[in-house]
Every structure is written in structure tokens, then in C-alpha cells.
């Protein structure tokens, strides 16, 4: 997807825009950027205007001075207001749920609704974590590229490998036959993937206590039973910490990715359900 840079006071935002209607913007995923389309998947362009900027640290947004999601959410209000969108839908993915929660808690007039997928709503990872230590030495900024070089050989040469590798990483589920559909879809989401100082920059991502309860826009939070990368404490504490927020869980096979998988299509209806509610 062709993507556009935006030069602000703050830095530039890198981002793309998909679609009209009423205005999405969502916040990515570690390691992912604004060319990202997975997500975009039960989402009608033809209804929605999907905008899908870097989150600083990432792509060629810049990082210096957004690092936190208070400052992330305020940065990324520049490119609304730049596209002239008083109010609009957040989607909070994965790593990019603080972004999220920070946005529609401090710009409570502009964050007509917010879904969370997937999403981290606390502090995620500690340095205690192996998981943590693991990240840091694979996707520090000094070898990440070498790290992703591997994984794009990785994928030509071990598709297969790879998505079972993958497959235990994001799902507590047992695993099925991998379709070679699925195996596609990870090989297109993973050739655009980098992490640049985005991934090491989430790893420290921690929001207020106070913060999440003063969301106010009707929030749908959707997560998957099987999710084995981000914690099932993580939507429960969404939904005991925003005020008549709706809980939604998914029991699909490939757990945090619930875009893909031959039961995808129960996750794609709810998700269309929930933006257009």
C-alpha cells in the first residue's frame, strides 16, 4: 500500500489512507507500519475511510518526543486534524492498545468509538520476562535488521517451518493443518514487517492506572481465549476499568492473529458488527 509522509511541529508522520466514509484510524501492531492490510480485514472501505499511520518508532514516523502513548496519541491527533477529522473510530491492535487508550482518554471529543483487538491495555512485558529479554536482544535497533533478514529467508526457503514456529508463538490452541492460505498471509504480512526503535520502544509502553477509566466512547474489546502473546488479563482489565465496555471473546485456532484461519470468518463478522453498530 503506497503511503504518504506528513511533516508536523512533532516530527513526520508516515501513513496511508484506504477507502471513504467514516474515519478509522488504526494503530498497528509491533513490528508492523502504515502499508499494513491484514488488520484492515472486515472493514468495508467502501463504507469506512481506513487511515493507517506508522506509530512512532516505526516506518518513517519520527520517534524522538512521541516515545509514550500520551505523547503517541497527541502526535497522531496532528495527522487528524491535518486530514481535517474532527471525531473518529480507534482501533487499537495489539501493541498499539496504550496509543489507543491514551488517545480516547485524552481526546475524549475527538474518539467517537474504540475497539481494542488483541490489544495490550497495561503494562505488557516486564525485564524479568524472558519473553522481554528475548525481544531486546533480537529486536534491538543495532541487529533487527539483520534479525528480519533471517526471517525473509526463513520464508522462502521454510514457509512451512516458519508458520508452525509462528503458530506457537501466537496461539494456546492445538494446532490444525496449516493451510497454505494462512502460510500466504503470513508471508505478505512478515515481508513489510520491520521494527526499527517501534518494538523496543512498546516494550516500556505503561499507561497511568487512572488513565483507561477515563475512556467515556463505547468501547468493544476483542480477544481471543487463545491468545498466547498477549495476556487474557489484558481485555479483562479493559473491561472492569471502562465504563460499559463489551467484552467479545473469540475461540479460533491461530489465537492473537485472528485475522487468519479457516475460522476467521466469525472474527471478520465481529468485527464488522462492532464498527458498524
Known amino acids: 500500500m503506497f ?17 471513504q466514509g467514516t474515519p478509522i484510524l488504526i494503530l498497528h501492531g509491533g513490528h508492523s507500519n502504515a502499508r499494513e492490510t491484514l488488520t484492515h480485514k472486515g472493514i468495508d472501505p467502501n ?33 487528524m486534524d491535518h486530514l481535517q477529522f474532527d471525531s473518529f473510530m480507534v482501533i487499537g491492535i495489539s501493541a498499539g492498545g496504550p496509543t ?5 482518554a485524552i481526546f475524549p471529543q475527538k474518539v467517537t468509538r474504540l475497539l ?28 533487527e535488521a539483520g534479525t528480519w533478514r533471517l526471517l525473509r529467508i526463513m520464508l522462502m526457503v521454510f514457509p512451512r517451518l516458519l508458520a508452525k514456529t509462528m503458530f506457537t508463538e501466537l496461539s494456546s490452541a492445538p494446532r490444525p493443518r496449516l493451510r497454505w492460505e494462512d502460510i ?33 466512547a463505547p468501547t468493544v474489546i476483542i480477544h481471543s481465549k487463545n491468545d498466547n502473546s498477549v495476556g487474557l488479563d489484558h481485555p479483562k482489565h ?29 472474527a471478520l463478522e465481529v468485527i464488522r458488527n462492532a464498527v458498524t453498530m
Open 47 to 79: 463504507s469506512f475511510c481506513i487511515i493507517t499511520p506508522s506509530r512512532p518508532g516505526y516506518g518513517k514516523t519520527s520517534l524522538f518526543g512521541n516515545e509514550s502513548p500520551r505523547q503517541a496519541a497527541a502526535f497522531l491527533v496532528l495527522l
Open 238 to 266: 479493559a473491561a472492569t476499568s471502562i465504563k460499559d465496555a463489551t467484552l467479545i471473546w473469540l475461540d479460533n485456532e491461530w489465537g492473537h492473529l485472528i485475522w487468519i484461519g479457516k475460522d476467521q470468518r466469525k
Open 184 to 216: 500466504v498471509a503470513l508471508k505478505t504480512m512478515l515481508r513489510q514487517q520491520r521494527s526499527h526503535r517501534g518494538f523496543i520502544t512498546d516494550l516500556e509502553h505503561n499507561l497511568p492506572k487512572n488513565l483507561i477509566t477515563q475512556i467515556h
Open 100 to 104: 489507543a487508550i491514551a488517545l480516547a
Open 116 to 143: 481494542l483487538i488483541s490489544a495490550v491495555t497495561k503494562r505488557w512485558l516486564s525485564p524479568q520476562d524472558n519473553t522481554y529479554r528475548k525481544a531486546q536482544k533480537l529486536f534491538h535497533p543495532a541487529v
Open 3 to 19: 503511503a504518504k509522509l506528513l511533516n508536523t511541529s512533532h516530527g513526520t508522520i508516515e501513513y496511508s489512507i484506504r477507502g
